[in-house]
């Protein structure tokens, strides 16, 4: 049994400690755009946001959820919350495994010419890890929701 809501204050640490423990992206963790599955015990076992950025894009980030939680359909209720409260054009980015999972939510993978300069620049970068010191990196997707 789970409880979706706004995280609030208190839950900062948690969702930063469950970003950390599954590897994504720990920047952009203000804790005012995100919403979390709590358990019975109010504690933090899944995460989603919607973080803005700088030239005015959203993205859907930080979709994570504890290992003992997972296969329970907690992050899709958690994407599918943030989709009913904002309105597209949302972006995300993710693995390139992870594609087909934001393929059900109507997302779309952009080709670079079609991604905002912000994420073109991610996925150069990365791809440069990729080349120089880190081959075992996936590439990175960005993708849409119109």
Same mark, same amino acid.
């Given at each position: 049994?789970?409880?979706?809501?706004?995280?609030?204050?208190?839950?900062?640490?948690?969702? %930063?400690?469950? $970003?950390?423990?599954?590897?994504?992206?720990?920047? #952009?963790?203000?804790?005012?755009?995100?919403?979390?599955?709590?358990?019975?015990?109010?504690?933090?076992?899944? =995460?989603?946001? $919607?973080?803005?950025?700088?030239? #005015?894009?959203?993205?859907?980030?930080?979709? +994570?959820?504890? +290992?003992?939680?997972?296969?329970?359909?907690?992050?899709?209720? $958690?994407?599918?919350?943030?989709?009913?409260?904002?309105?597209?054009?949302?972006?995300?980015?993710?693995?390139?495994?992870? #594609?087909?999972?934001?393929?059900?939510?109507?997302?779309?993978?952009?080709?670079?010419?079609?991604?905002?300069?912000?994420?073109?620049?991610?996925?150069?970068?990365?791809?440069?890890?990729? %080349? =120089?010191? +880190?081959?075992?990196?996936?590439?990175?997707?960005?993708?849409?929701?119109?």
């Amino acid at each position: 049994m789970f409880t979706i809501r706004k995280a609030v204050q208190k839950d900062s640490g948690a969702i %930063r400690s469950l $970003i950390w423990k599954v590897h994504i992206n720990p920047t #952009g963790l203000n804790w005012r755009y995100f919403l979390v599955a709590v358990d019975e015990q109010d504690r933090v076992i899944a =995460t989603g946001q $919607i973080k803005p950025h700088r030239d #005015g894009t959203r993205e859907l980030a930080s979709i +994570a959820t504890q +290992a003992d939680y997972r296969g329970q359909g907690l992050a899709s209720a $958690i994407i599918n919350r943030l989709l009913a409260e904002n309105p597209p054009p949302l972006y995300l980015k993710c693995a390139e495994h992870m #594609g087909p999972f934001y393929l059900r939510f109507y997302f779309r993978i952009l080709e670079p010419a079609e991604m905002p300069a912000e994420y073109a620049r991610d996925v150069r970068m990365l791809d440069r890890l990729r %080349r =120089t010191v +880190a081959p075992n990196i996936g590439h990175l997707l960005v993708m849409k929701l119109d």
